[in-house]
T-cell receptor, first 114, second 110 residues
Framework: NAGVTQTPKFQVLKTGQSMTLQCAQDMNHEYMSWYRQDPGMGLRLIHYSVGAGITDQGEVPNGYNVSRSTTEDFPLRLLSAAPSQTSVYFC?????????????FGNGTRLTVT | GQSLEQPSEVTAVEGAIVQINCTYQTSGFYGLSWYQQHDGGAPTFLSYNALDGLEETGRFSSFLSRSDSYGYLLLQELQMKDSASYFCAFGSSNTGKLIFGQGTTLQVKP
């Protein structure tokens, strides 16, 4: 019963470094998404995917790339980290894009950029 | 544009009833969801309303009025473990994209 697994749990980067946040789900969900959560800002959608090979931008996509080569995996790439990207990142999946199906969240990756 | 508004904080006592309101603005609307998040944890799904009216799940109920662009989450018989942040969210397109409000922090006092 793994659900949505995110790695790493914590990460510290220096400005300008790149890295990939990993997300994997074992529920055969078609829809996957990435959110960032900052104090007082709620959850903001970065990118999402409605199926393998299909990705689209959310509310705050700048500075991030995604790809969806398999149903299970949806990595988030930070191209050149900036202090403004210090945040908690959540990956979430749902059965499909139909309304009403609940999002299942991973436990988050806490990223600090210095 | 698209937006949701919720109160930032609500305080209530154990055993009481509390209502968390959510108003939204969007050009397309597919339904209103509610999520709970305990401090340091992941959000978890509570409820979903596609149609006007009240949906009840145990101690929690959620209401939607599409004509008023308004919904609320009602928590009854409050327990200390209900202290958490509560988020409303809507789907604004047929792509499944879910947009969240800024969240309401509920503090339950003894």
């Amino acid at each position: 019963n793994a659900g949505v697994t995110q790695t790493p749990k914590f990460q510290v980067l220096k400005t300008g470094q790149s890295m990939t946040l990993q997300c994997a789900q074992d529920m055969n969900h078609e829809y996957m998404s990435w959110y960032r959560q900052d104090p007082g800002m709620g959850l903001r959608l970065i990118h999402y995917s409605v199926g393998a090979g299909i990705t689209d931008q959310g509310e705050v996509p700048n500075g991030y790339n995604v790809s969806r080569s398999t149903t299970e995996d949806f990595p988030l790439r930070l191209l050149s980290a900036a202090p403004s990207q210090t945040s908690v990142y959540f990956c979430a999946s749902r059965t499909d894009a139909r309304e009403g199906s609940p999002l299942h969240f991973g436990n988050g990756t806490r990223l600090t950029v210095t | 544009g698209q937006s949701l508004e919720q109160p930032s904080e609500v305080t209530a006592v154990e055993g009481a009833i509390v209502q968390i309101n959510c108003t939204y603005q969007t050009s397309g609307f597919y339904g209103l969801s509610w999520y709970q998040q305990h401090d340091g944890g992941a959000p978890t799904f509570l409820s979903y309303n596609a149609l006007d009216g009240l949906e009840e799940t145990g101690r929690f109920s959620s209401f939607l009025s599409r004509s008023d662009s308004y919904g609320y989450l009602l928590l009854q018989e409050l327990q200390m473990k209900d202290s958490a942040s509560y988020f409303c969210a809507f789907g604004s397109s047929n792509t499944g994209k879910l947009i969240f409000g800024q969240g309401t922090t509920l503090q339950v006092k003894p």
